[in-house]
């Protein structure tokens, strides 16, 4: 059983008998049907600084509305930093449709920030949930995180209120921080906890689906569930 409490695909070692010694872990799940997350190259660049400067999230990103150059795009993109992805399309595994980041991890306290931004003409299709489920269990599964916390000015709560509902906790807020068109705004620290996160029904149902549909690549003809 893997941490979702679904069936897990790990190898298992035998020792010179045939008896079972100990379970090999699996690495973690990078894909679903749609989507896959992989490692940024330089050759990603452009189209993520396409991405955070389109006109629908340049506003609502780390930037606050300023438009930066190329340049120092390019130079601040590791800034802070403990890893990243590209989001991409299962068919076009070339253009980046959006960028998920953990960033001033502090391993000692276990914690880390999250931050999630996505082409506009992807925002409300599902795929930002899948890269954002796949991302996170990533993180749950190659450090021991106790929280993961997102920064989210408050003009930005409507899109992620399913969240909230679920998974989110409210541990800052700070008021009138961020300006932007004409007035200020305040700014939310928002926290997802581990072990509240993995025990989840919703994010238990989303890991069975997910494992469902990695044995129907291996065995075709399983029920899917709608």
């Not at 403990?82 to 595994?93: A, E, K, L, P, Y």
């Not at 920030?113 to 749950?140: K, Q, T, W």
């Not at 106790?146 to 008021?175: D, M, S, W």
Request: aromatic share 12%; charged share 25%; net charge positive.
């Amino acid at each position: 059983m893997n941490e979702l409490g679904t069936a897990s695909a790990e190898s298992v070692v035998l020792d010179a008998s045939g008896d079972c010694r100990s379970p090999v872990p699996v690495p973690p799940q990078m894909e679903t049907r749609r989507l896959r997350l992989r490692q940024p190259s330089q050759n990603d660049l452009p189209a993520l600084y396409g991405i955070v400067c389109s006109g629908e999230v340049f506003w609502r990103w780390r930037y606050g509305g300023a438009v930066p150059s190329y340049e120092a795009f390019c130079s601040s993109f590791a800034a802070g930093v403990h890893t990243q992805f590209v989001v991409c399309r299962r068919t076009s595994m070339t253009n980046p449709i959006g960028l998920v980041v953990a960033y001033n991890a502090d391993l000692g306290n276990r914690i880390a920030y999250l931050a999630v931004v996505m082409h506009p003409r992807e925002m409300r299709n599902g795929l930002s949930v899948e890269a954002s489920y796949l991302f996170i269990m990533y993180l749950l599964k190659t450090w021991d995180f106790h929280k993961l916390y997102l920064e989210v000015i408050e003009y930005n709560l409507p899109q992620i209120r399913t969240a909230i509902r679920r998974y989110l906790h409210k541990e800052g807020h700070f008021r009138d921080h961020v300006y932007y068109d004409g007035r200020r705004w305040d700014q939310h620290v928002l926290c997802l906890y581990r072990d509240e996160f993995l025990s989840h029904r919703a994010v238990v149902r989303y890991g069975a689906h997910l494992d469902r549909e990695k044995r129907e690549k291996v065995e075709p003809g399983l029920t899917r569930s709608p």
